[in-house]
């Protein structure tokens, strides 16, 4: 257990965007004999050996065909998202007031604002730069300040007498971020965001000139590493607390379970999904054509008629991995109390009556059934009746491949803000029940 969790806090410390996080998807799955495929090119695949897909640089399906057809045997899916919410960095946006340096910042998703005040913010993305080798080319290149670099201070207490009772953050005016006090020095008159390449040209080792960066995605991120954290001894891990656990962990327990399962009659996908905290809609989200094109390409390639592709989806799941409200001790009246996850006492199914999740009842008797076997603990969250729960890739995923789809997923204290807490048992049940998922997938006939 203690193992899971260490690699886990590895990954999440290793992956402060999901560039970063699909790049360590792609590393492992390298390490463990995957090949990477590129969409441009024609494809060749042997039965029952691993390989894996990106697109967008952050969004990867990875898969191992069946030792019999798709058509007979189906698949097995499982898929998670890799981005969180956060502040973006904002191109145009560059403020400085009395030579106090901010950068200008966007909310990616859903994020809880007040908890990136007075945290020592890093800085990571990717950046698009020109090949002076090759005219008209671009590197990519991603980048990671590894250390903090700006803080969103709040103000005093004794300035904002009412801050206890509610504040609203204007992500305008109070987030962006204070990067420098230094008045005269770097890019006092600079445009933009110039000043910022010059400090990451400084910083890195890449030795990039400011004007050799076109385009960029940066994220603020919390500088604080992962932590282990509880009272329970021997082991001292109850609680998992850090940035992106969701659904990073989703992310990290399927790769696991992934890699580790031996090529079976039926074929296995893992599928690494971008996009999902701002509806999924891009060209490489759960809401796009990925995972579908890398299904019927691999259908075609492997000769798989039209009639079995559509025979194969029949016979195939998807289980959908996302965080679950972990029922928070401090906050009773905003759960069912009978249907609100503990933490440490297993993954919970997420059932909601208007299809905000995937589950239907066939499928959740069939999970059910091969978590008890297999010894895997398993609760339920539906949210309370008079609130809305939110969605995951689930119902998306259901309804573009029309596979039959659970979502299930790590109770998580306070998702959605710049930490979050998970429990590292629940985290070990969930690659134990996915690996069995990969082993023996339930049958749906
Ligand atoms: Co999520």
């Known amino acids: 257990m203690k193992e899971y969790a260490t690699d886990l806090c ?27 495929l590129d969409e441009a090119a024609s494809w060749q695949i042997e039965p029952g ?8 640089g952050t969004s990867i399906v990875a898969f191992r065909t069946g030792l019999k057809s798709m058509g007979d045997a189906g698949l097995v899916i499982a898929g998670a998202h890799t981005d969180s919410p956060g502040l973006k960095v904002r191109p145009g946006m560059h403020k400085q007031n009395q030579g106090m340096v901010r950068i200008g910042v966007d909310v990616y998703g859903g994020a ?44 005093a207490i004794h300035l904002n007498r009412d801050v206890n009772r509610g504040f609203e953050y204007n992500a305008a005016q109070h987030l962006p971020v204070l990067v420098s ?12 965001l110039s000043w910022l390449y010059e400090f990451i040209g400084e910083e890195t080792s890449f030795d990039i000139a400011p004007d050799e960066i076109v385009a960029s995605d940066l994220f603020f991120y919390d500088a604080q590493k992962s932590a282990m954290l509880g009272v329970q001894l021997p082991s001292g891990v109850d609680f998992i607390n850090a940035p992106h656990l969701d659904d990073l962990a989703g992310c990290h327990a399927i ?122 603990p398993l609760q339920r969250y539906m949210s309370k009746a008079d609130m809305q729960p939110g969605s995951t890739i689930g119902p998306m995923s259901a309804a573009r491949l029309g596979i039959r789809t659970i ?6 204290l306070a998702m959605h803000s710049i930490r979050e807490t998970i429990s590292a048992f629940d985290h070990a049940m969930m690659i134990q029940l996915l690996k069995a998922v990969y082993k023996s997938p339930p049958s749906f006939h």
């Open 255 to 376: 790769l696991e379970a992934f890699c580790s399962a031996q090529p079976d009659e039926f074929g296995q996908v893992a599928c690494f999904l971008d996009s999902e905290e701002i509806g999924s809609m891009t060209m490489q989200g759960a809401d796009s054509s990925f995972v579908r094109d890398v299904l019927a390409r691999l259908a075609i390639v492997t000769g798989v008629s039209a009639e079995d592709f559509y025979r194969m989806s029949s016979q195939s799941l998807f289980v959908s991995l996302d965080a679950a409200q972990g029922w928070n001790p401090a906050y009773p009246e905003k759960y069912d109390e009978k249907l609100s996850p503990l933490l440490s006492a297993g993954p919970a199914i997420k059932i909601n009556a208007n299809q905000r999740y995937a589950t239907d009842s066939q499928v959740e008797s069939l999970i059910t059934m091969l978590a008890s076997q297999e010894k895997v």
């Open 10 to 36: 590895q990954f999440l410390d290793a992956s402060p965007t999901s560039f970063h996080a699909a790049d360590n998807i792609r590393s492992y799955l390298l390490a463990h004999g995957a090949q990477e």
């Open 112 to 155: 809880i604002l007040s908890a990136w005040l007075d945290r020592p913010l890093a800085l990571a993305g990717r950046l698009f730069l020109r090949d002076s080798q090759n005219p008209g080319r671009l590197k990519t290149l991603l980048y990671n300040s590894g250390k903090p670099v700006g803080i969103i201070p709040n103000l």
């Open 181 to 192: 006090c230094q008045r005269e020095k770097r890019g006092a008159q600079s445009s933009a």
């Open 407 to 412: 979502d299930i997923g790590h109770p998580l």
């Open 49 to 56: 050996a691993p390989y894996f897909v990106c697109r967008s």
